[in-house]
């Protein structure tokens, strides 16, 4: 058994449980996971670049002398790109059931939020209802109420 089809059945697992248990749209799903695999790029990218800085062959035969230098925190960055897009380490796959995790219980609590905000509204208008005033007062809470 091969690393590739370790990694593609794990990913294959992850989407359909991400897919079972969220009640996410699929473009929602879809964005947590390019959010993942970007996020895993820009990490590998990050780890390999202390590598890249101790390597020196600018004064090679094929070396590209300053402008090689100059370019190679790009050249790092998208080959952890390329690593990620291909299967990465593993990292995207968590960050995914993580991020639709944190989604769904987003999205649970938001209903109560609301609630919670609604009747703090109307307790509001409860206690300036029942509370004495004078007509300019009167006057000035319909106006706001309406």
């Known amino acids: 058994m091969s ?3 370790v990694t593609s059945s ?3 697992a992850v989407k359909a449980e991400g897919a079972q248990s969220s009640g996410l749209s699929a ?16 990490t590998i990218g990050e780890l390999l670049q202390p590598m890249f800085d101790t390597v020196d062959n600018s004064d090679d035969v094929f070396g590209g002398g300053d402008a090689e230098k100059q370019f190679r925190s ?5 080959l952890g790109k390329q690593i ?4 990465g380490i593993g990292m995207a796959d968590t960050l995914y ?7 769904e ?3 649970a609590s938001s209903p109560v939020r609301i609630r919670a905000q609604s009747n703090s509204q109307s307790n509001v208008q409860s206690t ?6 004078s007509q300019d007062q009167t006057n000035a809470v319909s106006q706001v109420q309406s």
């Open 74 to 78: 790009l050249q790092v960055t998208e």
């Open 84 to 87: 990620a897009h291909n299967g």
């Open 10 to 12: 794990l990913s294959a």
């Open 3 to 5: 690393i590739d089809s």
């Open 105 to 107: 219980q987003a999205q």
């Open 27 to 42: 473009s929602q799903m879809e964005q947590a996971r390019k959010a993942a695999v970007e996020f895993e790029g820009m």
């Open 128 to 133: 300036i209802q029942s509370a004495p005033q």
């Open 97 to 103: 059931t993580q991020m639709l995790k944190m989604q």
